[in-house]
């Protein structure tokens, strides 16, 4: 599976708080500044380290939600759903501060920025990296750094140059990610919580070759972990890939990203420290965006995960693999400037049963990936047999009105969602159904 792998290894009150937030927003909007500058004021000196501190910003976003299951799961989970997992339970996803002095490839020449992130939500419990943060909590709400890179534009080879960001990055994998403004949806698909990695410490390269053409490169230490005893085996990973931009006149964008490296933990792996050494995790997405017109934008992604020993090891020595293959279809459609409708369609095949499950301890997702032993009843897993064909729908608007008062982004965000096993498993709702229905959303704002 993604990260893990590891099967081996009040609705009413929620309600009210989030229709609190939005309208204590709308009727009294906070008195924050978008994008605080923090020492604006030397933006005119003479001393160019002082004119370079001009341009470090702060910024702040909170994010609250609820997903509402009918059917009352038990233990109380949301199967197959990360960010909303507690079914009938508003959750603080996200509070978050962002420290940074960006880099403008655009500007040319030599150019020197960091970007250090804090968050404290319950989402945090799964962007935690193996001797960083990781099981230094035991709530659902946690605190993590979830960046803290340094970030250089070098004028190099080409007129675009070459990027790289080093430290605690955010994996570049995928369409959707950790921050809830760059997404259409509260939940998130199967291949973004299963098929894709979270984050890493390593670096990674972005060289503009031509202004059609980026090439991605990277190292790093593995998805979510560190060094020494904090590496679940003792490999490096890395990425390469390729972005084609501003094709179809400027309309259409597409992004490959590969990744191979082992992920499987020595202290977990039924062939110990060899096996997650040796056996390759290969990780492939592949998304273009295309921009019909002003109103209507068309998203698709297709990603295959092929892990060489994540089912474990045969009787000769050979490895036992285990795979998924997934596509995402999304549409955008702008009714106003303030509303836009949302769709999202997936089909996600785990062909062996060991990618989808869900967590219930508050640290069983990284117990799954550092190989510590779990309690019993910390991982729901999928239903056993050769594999199940998830198919997810996802509807949904987003209300995003511009609400000035130093307001960055303020947004509401009611969805629905319908997932489904196509193939006749019931991983659903404590495993009592072959589907499961789902209706919520999430409030955002931020300075």
Request: net charge neutral; glycine share 12%.
């Amino acid at each position: 599976m993604k990260k893990r792998g590891m099967r081996t290894a009040g609705f009413r009150s929620g309600i009210g708080c989030i229709t609190a937030l939005a309208v204590g927003v709308l009727l009294d909007p906070p008195q924050a500044h978008a994008q605080v500058s923090v020492f604006k004021s030397m933006e005119k000196s003479d001393s160019t380290f002082a004119r370079w501190l001009s341009g470090i910003t702060l910024t702040g976003q909170v994010e609250g939600g609820i997903m509402a299951n009918p059917a009352r799961p038990q233990p109380g989970y949301n199967f197959g759903d990360f960010f909303a997992d507690h079914a009938n339970q508003v959750q603080l996803n996200q509070a978050e501060f962002t420290l940074q002095k960006a880099i403008d490839p655009s500007k040319g020449g030599y150019q020197v920025g960091f970007t250090l992130e804090g968050m404290y939500g319950s989402d945090a419990r799964y962007y935690q990296i193996l001797g960083v943060s990781a099981h230094e909590w035991n709530a659902r709400y946690q605190l993590i750094p979830a960046q803290a890179h340094a970030d250089v534009h070098l004028p190099w080879a080409t007129k675009g140059g070459l990027d790289m960001h080093a430290g605690i990055l955010q994996a570049p994998m995928g369409v959707e990610t950790l921050d809830p403004t760059t997404r259409p949806f509260y939940t998130i698909a199967y291949t973004s919580e299963y098929s894709v990695p979270f984050q890493h410490i390593g670096a990674m390269f972005n060289w503009h070759v031509t202004d059609m053409i980026d090439v991605t490169f990277g190292l790093d230490t593995g998805n979510q972990t560190s060094f020494g005893r904090s590496d679940n085996n003792n490999a490096p990973a890395g990425y390469f890939g390729i972005n084609l931009n501003n094709l179809a006149h400027g309309k259409l964008n597409i992004i490959e990203l590969s990744r191979v490296g082992p992920e499987n933990s020595r202290y977990s792996s039924a062939g110990g420290a060899y096996e997650a050494n040796h056996a390759e995790r290969f990780w492939n997405d592949i998304n273009a965006v295309y921009a019909v017109n002003d109103r209507l934008t068309l998203t698709a992604e297709f990603n295959y995960i092929h892990d060489q020993g994540l089912n474990g090891i045969r009787a000769n020595g050979n490895f036992k693999a285990a795979d998924a293959e997934s596509f995402v279809s999304f549409l955008s459609y702008k009714i106003n400037k303030v509303l836009t409708f949302n769709y999202r369609g997936e089909i996600y095949r785990d062909n062996n049963n060991l990618m989808v499950a869900t967590f219930i301890g508050n640290n069983a997702y990284m117990d799954g990936i550092s190989g510590r032993a779990s309690r019993g009843d910390a991982l729901m897993p999928a239903p056993g047999g050769h594999g199940t064909t998830y198919g997810e729908m996802t509807l949904g608007v987003t209300y995003k009105p511009d609400l000035g008062h130093h307001v960055r982004v303020f947004m509401l965000r009611p969805e629905v969602r319908f997932d489904r096993s196509l193939n006749g498993t019931t991983p659903f709702n404590g495993g009592r159904n072959n589907g499961m229905f789902t209706f919520g959303g999430d409030a955002v704002i931020g300075f």
